[in-house]
């Protein structure tokens, strides 16, 4: 599940994605002070969701891109085990992904359509 690597909605997954590695860093915080989960497992979650995004990012051209993209947004959501309102967040952000996906196979679409 992936788009073809000159579709233009590549960019708008890849800002996506970098904006979702951003937002787990903002939920750090609300982890550990307002939840209570230890440091050092909010730290290995967060890297490691973080590293997942990153990656995705920069190979967002690439199925395997993709492929880390909608790991990365499994993630996200889950993020939610350690503290609940990261289930909303991680909700919302993978309606845009979804949304953002449908709309680059829509142009695909078009693109064969138009020839």
Same mark, same amino acid.
């Given at each position: 599940?992936?788009?073809?690597?000159?579709?233009?909605?590549?960019?708008?997954? =890849?800002?996506?994605?970098? *904006?979702?590695?951003?937002? /787990?860093?903002?939920a750090f915080p609300g982890i550990i002070q307002v939840e209570g989960v230890q440091? !050092?497992?909010?730290? &290995?979650?967060?890297?490691? #969701?973080?590293?997942? *995004? /990153?990656? %995705?990012?920069? %190979?967002?051209? =690439?199925?395997?891109?993709?492929? #880390?993209?909608? #790991? &990365?947004?499994? &993630?996200? /959501?889950?993020? !939610?085990?350690?503290?609940?309102?990261?289930?909303?967040? !991680?909700?919302?952000? /993978?309606?845009?992904?979804?949304?953002?996906?449908?709309? &680059?196979?829509?142009?695909? %679409?078009?693109? =064969?359509?138009? !020839?």
């Amino acid at each position: 599940m992936s788009l073809d690597p000159t579709n233009p909605m590549n960019n708008t997954m =890849r800002v996506l994605l970098v *904006f979702e590695a951003v937002l /787990v860093w903002l939920a750090f915080p609300g982890i550990i002070q307002v939840e209570g989960v230890q440091t !050092g497992l909010a730290v &290995g979650v967060c890297l490691a #969701l973080t590293a997942v *995004f /990153v990656a %995705a990012a920069g %190979a967002i051209k =690439r199925p395997l891109g993709y492929l #880390l993209g909608w #790991l &990365g947004q499994v &993630g996200f /959501v889950a993020l !939610g085990l350690l503290t609940p309102w990261m289930y909303a967040m !991680g909700i919302i952000f /993978v309606i845009i992904w979804v949304t953002s996906f449908v709309l &680059g196979k829509r142009i695909e %679409a078009k693109r =064969r359509i138009d !020839g």
